[in-house]
């Protein structure tokens, strides 16, 4: 079975880009057997037919701290952070988080209908989530795979909200041998491409600022954008000034406030799958779905208003989201019944 190694990656290709969060953990094997052996003291056997049933939780799999028996590691021949031990007792887990939602249904169907059933060999797991949670999810991961060193990363990180926002454009060909995005003075909406350089229509480039300064914002001294280093007061002053606070209906002065309406707007990703930019098909249809969610929460926010000029974290209007989780189990089921050999034999 050795020669399987090959087909092991699952195509994703069928998912548009940012919908689906790959994540890889590696657990010891050797640490697991000794949890069930020495500490709950069972024999071998039992051991063995314990730990193949064993299915970790979506935190262990996904949590940037691994605790043990896992571990995260990007060396080539990894030792056991915990007991030291060497490669062959470890296993390794490949987790799948897809965003659910129109855009990825059928493909996620498709997909877990193709995989195989025995032994468990994968899991899915259903979890509740919502906008705001998948938004700095991915703000996040988009912070950590960031090299704020590299001139470039403004332009990365706007083609990865590009990718978000408008999944079926090909941004492979609009980013091709980018070296500047700039404001277009001529577009209303949409973008266009003029030799290096990739012009936004005001609305979409003032939201390409918005994500610089929020996935740089955690690493830096204020947030580092296209248009430098800028705080929240400036960058709220930008975006009221090019007019973009008017166009999606943020009258608030408060900054705070100012700010949360602004992420709940980019958090809210339905409106776009369902408004596209250049499709434009039902576009107002969407916005009133948020309402009735403020609603309920609005009395629990008036109870506890302590502070008024701080952002209130139970106005927070967020669509709810399902994720998805896919867990691959096969490397783990293989490398359990090897180890189980060595460790009976
Ligand atoms: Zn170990």
Aim: charge should be positive; proline fraction near 4%.
């Amino acid at each position: 079975m050795a020669t399987t190694t090959k087909k092991r990656e699952l195509d994703l290709s069928e998912f548009p880009a940012g919908t689906v969060t790959e994540y890889t953990t590696l657990v010891c094997l050797a640490c697991i057997f000794d949890i069930f052996t020495k500490q709950l003291g069972l024999a071998p056997r039992t051991a063995f037919s314990e730990i193949k049933r064993h299915a970790p939780t979506i935190e262990e799999l996904t949590s940037r701290q691994a605790t043990r028996p896992y571990f995260d590691s990007e060396e080539k021949h990894p030792h056991c952070p915990y007991c030291g031990s060497a490669r062959r007792w470890q296993a390794r887990f490949d987790t799948y988080c897809i965003e659910g939602g129109k855009t990825t249904d059928a493909a996620r169907r498709a997909l877990i209908k193709k995989l195989p059933r025995a032994d468990e060999q994968f899991l899915v797991i259903e979890k509740k989530s919502d906008s705001r949670v998948v938004f700095f999810e991915w703000l996040d991961t988009l912070g950590l795979n960031a090299d704020f060193n590299d001139d470039m990363w403004p332009i990365e990180a706007t083609r990865k909200y590009l990718e978000r926002r408008e999944p079926k454009t090909n941004w492979d060909e609009a980013f091709a041998e980018l070296r500047a995005v700039r404001r277009s003075s001529r577009l209303s909406e949409g973008w266009e491409r003029d030799d290096a350089r990739l012009f936004l229509a005001p609305g979409l480039y003032s939201e390409a600022i918005l994500i610089q300064y929020l996935v740089s914002r955690s690493h830096t001294h204020g947030g580092l954008t296209l248009e430098g280093r800028l705080t929240l007061v400036e960058l709220i002053r930008r975006l009221r000034y090019s007019g973009y606070l008017d166009q999606i209906g943020i009258t608030e002065r408060d900054p705070g406030e100012v700010f949360e309406k602004l992420i709940d707007h980019l958090a809210g990703k339905h409106e776009w799958s369902e408004a596209e930019v250049r499709t434009g098909s039902g576009s107002d249809r969407v916005k009133r779905s948020k309402k009735a969610t403020r609603k309920s929460t609005k009395k629990r926010a008036k109870s506890r208003q302590t502070k008024p000029t701080q952002p209130q974290p139970d106005e927070i209007i967020a669509e709810p989201v399902k994720l998805h989780y896919l867990i691959d189990r096969r490397d783990f089921l293989e490398k359990v019944k090897s180890v189980y050999a060595s460790y009976a034999a």
